[in-house]
C-alpha cells in the first residue's frame, strides 16, 4: 500500500552505510507501517488524550514487541541495532507508541526471559509478543521516584504466597495492563520481583488524567491492598535493586534511538516548510537565521545518529556498559528537545497546531526527559563513574 506521508530523513553521514541488509528492511517495513497506520490518526487521539488500543495491539503484528527476545518465546531473535531502529521509527510516529513497544519489550517481556522460570517464560512471554497480553512495570511510587532504592512497596512471606502492599505511580500501560511486573523489598529489605495479574484481588489499577504529555499512552497508578501473590508468580533468578536496572538499561537503549527518530521528523518537517513558505519576497529558508536553526539541527542529529550506532554495536558486542547507555539517553533526548523546540519557531504560528507534529513532539519529551532516569540523574551517573564519587546521596 502506497502513503501520502511525506518524509525524507535526514542521513548527512551516509550512517545507512554502516547497516546490513537486515537492519535497513527491519526499519523501512516499520517506517512504512508507522506512515501508513500511525500518522494519519495520532494527532487526533493526543488531542482527545486517548489511548490508540489498535495501534498497540499493532506492535505485536509488526513484530515490535521483543524483537531482541529469542523466537522460541515468541520474539524475532534481532540484534541491537534492528531494535534500535524499530524504536526510532516508532517514535517519530509518538513517543507513546514508542513507551508502549518499550514497555512491554524491555520492561515486561525482558525481566521475564531474564529473570524468570521456564514455566513464567512459556506461560507469558509468547502472548506479550503478539500482544495478546499487554504487560506494566512497577517501580516508581508517589513518594520515591528518583531514588527506588528507599520504596515502600513490601511483600511479607505467608508460606507458599506473599502478601503485597504498597503503591506504584506514573506507571505507562497501568490500566490496559494484563499483567504488572511489580519491585517489592521482602522482610529483609531486599527488592524482588514480581508477576501480577489483573484482577487479583486488592490490585487496582487508576488511570492518571490531565497530562499535557504522552496523551496518547496510558499511564496511571498500581495500588496493592493484602493482595495474595503465588510464590510462583515471584520473579526466581533476581534479588536486589540491579534487577530493575538491568530493565531500565535495555529501555533507556531504546529511547536514546527513539529520540534521534523524532528529531529527523522535526527537521524534515522543517526543512521543507522553510522551503515553501515565503516573507518579505523570499523563502524563509533563504534567511540566516532559519539557516542557523537547520543546520545546528542537522548537526547534532548527526552527532546522535553515530552516537547511536556505536552503542549498538557496543551492545550487540557485550561491551555496552550501562554508563555508555546513560549518556546516550540523556544526550540525545536533550538533543531532540532542543530540536523541537527552536525548529517549531520555523513553522511560526503554524507549528503550535497539530497539523505538523513538532509540538505534540516536544510535549512528549517532556516525559521523557523525565521517566526511565531524570536528565540530572543520568549526569550524575556519568558523574559517578567517572570520579568513582556518588553524588545522588549525602
Ligand atoms: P546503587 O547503590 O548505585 O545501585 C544498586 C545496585 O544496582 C546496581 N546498578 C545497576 N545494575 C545494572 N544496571 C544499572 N544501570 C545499574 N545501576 C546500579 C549497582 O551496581 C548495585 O548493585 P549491587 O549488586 O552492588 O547491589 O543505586 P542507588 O540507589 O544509589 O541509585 C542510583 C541511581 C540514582 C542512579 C538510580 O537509582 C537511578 O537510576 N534512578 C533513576 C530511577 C529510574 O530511572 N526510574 C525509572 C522508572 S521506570 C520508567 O520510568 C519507565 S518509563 C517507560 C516508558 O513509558 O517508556
Ligand atoms: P523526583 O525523583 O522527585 O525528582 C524531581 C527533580 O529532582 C528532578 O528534576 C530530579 O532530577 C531531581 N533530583 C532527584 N534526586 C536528585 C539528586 N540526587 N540530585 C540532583 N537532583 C535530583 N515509572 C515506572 O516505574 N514505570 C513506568 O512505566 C513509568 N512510566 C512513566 C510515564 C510517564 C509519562 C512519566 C512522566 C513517568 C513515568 N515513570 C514510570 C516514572 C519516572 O520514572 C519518574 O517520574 C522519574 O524516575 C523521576 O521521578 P519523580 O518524578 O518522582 O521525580
Known sequence: MTTTVQYNPPDYFLVDELLTEEHKIVRDSVREWVNREVKPVIEEYNQKHEVPIKLIKGLGEIGAFGPFIPQEYGGAGLDYISYGLIMQELERGDSGIRSAASV??????YPIYEFGSEEQKRKYLPKLATGEIIGCFGLTEPNHGSDPGSMTTRIYDKGDYYILNGAKMWITNATIADIAIVWAKDEKGIVRGLILEKGMPGFTQKETLNKWSLRASDTGELIFDEVKVPKSHLLPNIEGLKGPFMCLNSARYGIAWGAVGIAMECYDVALRYSLERYQFGKPIGAFQLQQKKLAEALTEITKAQLLCWRLGVLKNEGKCKHTHISMAKRNNVHMALTVARELRQVL?????????????????L?????YEGTHDIHLLITGHDITGIPAYRQ
Not at 512491554?104 to 517481556?109: D, F, G, K, R
Not at 511560526?348 to 512528549?364: E, F, K, L, V
Not at 517532556?366 to 523525565?370: L, P
Open 348 to 364: 511560526g504560528a503554524m507549528g503550535i497546531t497539530s497539523d505538523y507534529p513538532i509540538m505534540r513532539h516536544m510535549m512528549n
Open 366 to 370: 517532556e516525559s521523557v526527559i523525565t
Open 104 to 109: 512491554q519489550t524491555s520492561l515486561v517481556m
